[in-house]
């Protein structure tokens, strides 16, 4: 499956958008970006999901024969366990990301002068659904890190002045809670970014044994299509170590956010946001193709 089509139709919109003058084009164009983000994301998390199983299978396949048939019972029973909570927390950092988006959905509304009163209520119903989602992920420990170890300090937050009243009263509102709701989905992805490099490295150790150094070793002849094999294991390895791409977008899209908020935001700022979204995309891809049947 392709994943980068997308995004590049994406980022030529964002960028043509970003040309304009008008600072309310950059909040649409920004809300375009986070859509596009959360869209990466949800793809990553998938991906990330599935890599945990792998990887814990191979662990428990290769722990097997040493095991009689009570300690195999009580070994896949609690890693089904751990697996379990592990999937939860990446829904909910799925469904606080999806929230992300809707707010921001709505301000990139706000960034018109005819925009209706009623988005401000919506906007707060979407924060007051982040806040409740909060205090779970911030809870949440992934492998042996806490996510809340890992949340960004509080910064500043500066309004710059806008032509739209409705838009400039939300941020001043909220602004800076939706950027500690930023730094709450970056750290949550930080934390993640260590045990998916993890799970790949032991997923991907296991084919190179398997189907790379084991066939080459052997006194039988090396199969037909090993160079390939050992191409593709040996590239996937390479982009194991790429696995921070996720946090390194959702903290571009929180600084992002900040400079946006005080009229300090660049062409090159939303260009470089849809370049890490483009990576995303490319590791979740990259994660998709070391499954094997």
Request: net charge neutral; hydrophobic share 45%.
């Amino acid at each position: 499956m392709r994943f980068r089509q997308l995004s590049i139709v994406l980022a030529t919109c964002l960028v043509l958008s970003g040309c304009a003058s008008n600072r309310l084009a950059q909040f649409r164009s920004f809300s375009q970006a986070g859509a596009a983000y959360v869209k990466a994301s949800d793809v990553f998390l998938d991906q990330a999901g599935v890599a945990a199983v792998r990887g814990d299978s191979a662990l428990l396949l290769k722990s097997r024969a040493d095991l009689d048939e009570e300690q195999r019972r009580t070994a896949i029973l609690t890693k089904n366990e751990l697996l379990g909570k592990r999937l939860v927390i990446l829904r909910q950092i799925k469904a606080h990301g999806r929230l992300l988006r809707d707010y921001f959905d709505v301000i990139g509304e706000m960034a018109d002068s005819k925009a209706p009163e009623s988005l401000g209520i919506a906007a707060k119903g979407v924060y007051e659904s982040l806040a409740k989602l909060s205090p779970v992920l911030k809870s949440a420990t992934i492998g042996g890190s806490s996510v809340s170890g890992a949340i960004p300090p509080v910064v500043s937050m500066v309004v710059g002045s806008l032509k739209v009243n409705a838009l400039e009263k939300e941020l001043q509102e909220r602004s800076a809670l939706i950027e500690r709701e930023l730094a709450l989905q970056e750290a949550a992805l930080s934390v993640l970014a260590h045990e998916l490099q993890t799970d790949l490295e032991i997923e991907l150790n296991v084919q190179n044994a398997r189907d790379v150094i084991g066939p080459y070793v052997s006194g039988s002849d090396v199969p037909q299509g090993w160079s390939a094999k050992r191409v593709e294991v040996l590239s996937a390895v390479v982009a194991s170590q790429t696995a921070g791409a996720a946090s390194q977008a959702a903290n571009r899209l929180r600084l992002s956010f900040q400079k946006l908020v005080a009229n300090q935001l660049g062409n090159d700022s939303l260009s470089s946001l849809i370049g890490d979204i483009n990576v995303i995309l490319d590791l979740a891809e990259q994660i998709n193709g070391t499954r094997r049947q």
